[in-house]
């Protein structure tokens, strides 16, 4: 079993950045494929980024965040620069046995989420 804590939200100002860190705990972090999905009021859950050997983005993120991972420090991050007013979500961390996805299906163990606000 995995534990996952978010953080590193909070307010920025449109076009400025943020970077979001989930450390893991549990079962060996380097086996799973990691996520970030993201959620905004009265809208559903949608794919931001995942990462096991390759990376992968939604089409409304690319060129503007970037997903990373340090095995040692049982940890992910989602770099995010340029950012818009659409962004603002809460921001949650997941991990996958397996399958590199953006189902949010394919997913065992999430996070807490933590807020993420862009400002006009």
């Known amino acids: 079993q995995v534990q996952l804590v978010e953080s590193g939200g909070g307010l920025v100002q449109a076009g400025g950045s943020l970077r979001l860190s989930c450390a893991a705990s549990g079962r060996t972090f380097s086996s799973y494929a990691m996520g970030w999905f993201r959620q905004a009021p009265g809208k559903e859950r949608e794919f931001v980024a995942a990462i096991r050997r390759i990376t992968y983005y939604a089409d409304s993120v690319k060129g503007r965040f970037t997903i990373s991972r340090d095995n040692a420090k049982n940890t992910v991050y989602l770099q995010m620069n340029s950012l818009k007013p659409e962004d603002t979500a809460v921001y949650y961390c997941?991990?996958?046995?397996?399958?590199?996805?953006?189902?949010?299906?394919?997913?065992?163990?999430w996070g807490q989420g933590t807020q993420v606000t862009v400002s006009s």
């Open positions: 997941a991990a996958n046995g397996r399958l590199l996805s953006s189902r949010s299906s394919e997913y065992d163990y």
